[in-house]
């Protein structure tokens, strides 16, 4: 969980990315940084920890089931979606204005989608490790175990916030910078290109309005910008040990998939 949070650790639009991302950064109580020496990215990411609620609140739960709306703009229509993770394993559901429902999922080995106009799609490639990434309820505590270099390297302004800077690069070799703000330790947003997976290239990703579910920090708000325009992610609850293994169960359609490429 992306973002995925991170955490993410995901979280994006229905055709390609993920959908929720929860992940919260920072360094607290260093407002004037450029006074003084960077932080390392060790003590950005124990500060950011500590800014959720600490290691004890991420992990003492073994599932997770978000439930929130998305809005595409600000003219489109307001989606339920519901999103739940365990053991590493994630399923997306959202309500279609048509009255379908879009999935998407991943059950530890496949990462897959299913759209009632477009049908069934697995996801291959460097894709799956993203979709691996955005199926970790605990991305938050672990964010490096998904980077092969990250540092810090300025401080700066993001979305009205004054921020270190972090660029770094993935396991799969894609470059995601990271803004966490330098008074409140809590992750302001992100800095990406989508080109790789579908998307329209250089995004934005805000996170705001942070509430306490269970002793864990998350962001209730989730704002994507880009040249598709803006996306809103709002998360209404977050709830916890509540998901059976069968939710996460492969639908028939991507089985009859995998099989006629033979993948099963």
């Not at 004890?56 to 929130?68: L, P, Q």
């Not at 540092?151 to 916030?161: D, L, P, R, S, Y």
């Not at 992750?187 to 998307?199: C, I, T, V």
Request: hydrophobic share 35%.
């Amino acid at each position: 969980m992306r973002s995925h949070v991170g955490f993410t650790k995901f979280v994006a639009r229905l055709s390609a990315v993920s959908l929720f991302a929860v992940g919260a950064v920072g360094l607290a109580g260093q407002s004037l940084p450029n006074a003084r020496p960077l932080p390392s990215v060790q003590q950005v990411m124990n500060s950011y920890v500590s800014a959720l609620g600490g290691r004890a609140a991420i992990f003492k739960h073994k599932s997770m089931t978000v439930r929130g709306t998305i809005e595409i703009s600000e003219k489109g229509p307001s989606l339920d979606s519901a999103t739940y993770y365990k053991e590493g394993k994630m399923l997306l559901e959202v309500t279609l204005p048509s009255g379908g429902t879009y999935r998407e999922g991943y059950d530890g080995a496949v990462a897959w989608q299913l759209h009632p106009r477009n049908g069934p799609k697995i996801f291959e490639g460097d894709v799956v490790k993203s979709k691996e990434r955005d199926a970790d309820m605990y991305y938050p505590a672990r964010i490096l175990d998904y980077f092969k270099s990250m540092e810090v390297v300025e401080v700066t302004n993001f979305e009205g916030h004054t921020c270190y800077h972090l660029k770094g690069t993935n396991k799969w070799g894609m470059v995601n910078e990271h803004y966490y703000d330098t008074t409140t330790g809590l992750l302001a947003g992100y800095r990406f290109n989508s080109a790789w997976r579908g998307g329209s290239g250089d995004e934005t990703e805000i996170f705001s309005d942070y509430k306490d579910f269970s002793g864990w920090r998350m962001p209730t708000r989730d704002t994507h910008k880009s040249a598709d325009g803006t996306q809103t992610d709002t998360i209404a609850s977050v709830t916890f040990d509540n998901v059976a293994d069968a939710v996460f169960t492969v639908p028939d359609a991507i089985k009859r998939l995998l099989a006629k490429n033979g993948g099963a």
